[in-house]
């Protein structure tokens, strides 16, 4: 086989073996989900006082959106919030959290 410089080749194929394979079909997960699916679970059989952070990578605004899709999509009773003083971290629990926690 002959050596390419700036494109990437694979191997050969059979064409019996791409007639036998079914070609998959519909939309594939995203992984965070299903582990964001794990955690609503995990939250909305645990005890009401609770509390599970998840720790999220990028944009706030994505991480709190995937997570309500979750939560409207399971029909489990969970919510979801964050702190000012806990950047980077979504809270889980199944009582809505105030914000005012731990202020006199």
Do not use: C
């Not at 594939?28 to 645990?46: A, H, I, Q, W, Y």
């Not at 971290?89 to 199944?94: A, E, W, Y």
């Amino acid at each position: 086989m002959a050596k390419f410089a700036t494109i990437k080749v694979g191997q050969p194929l059979n064409l019996d073996d791409l007639k036998r394979k079914p070609t998959p079909r519909g939309h594939r997960t995203n992984p965070r989900d299903e582990d964001l699916t794990k955690l609503v679970n995990e939250v909305s059989v645990g005890a009401a006082s609770q509390v599970l952070p998840w720790h999220y990578e990028g944009k706030a605004a994505t991480a709190r959106v995937a997570a309500t899709k979750v939560i409207k999509g399971t029909g489990a009773k969970v919510y979801v919030s964050s702190r000012p003083d806990m950047p980077g971290v979504l809270l889980f629990s199944r009582v809505p959290l105030t914000g005012r926690q731990g202020k006199s």
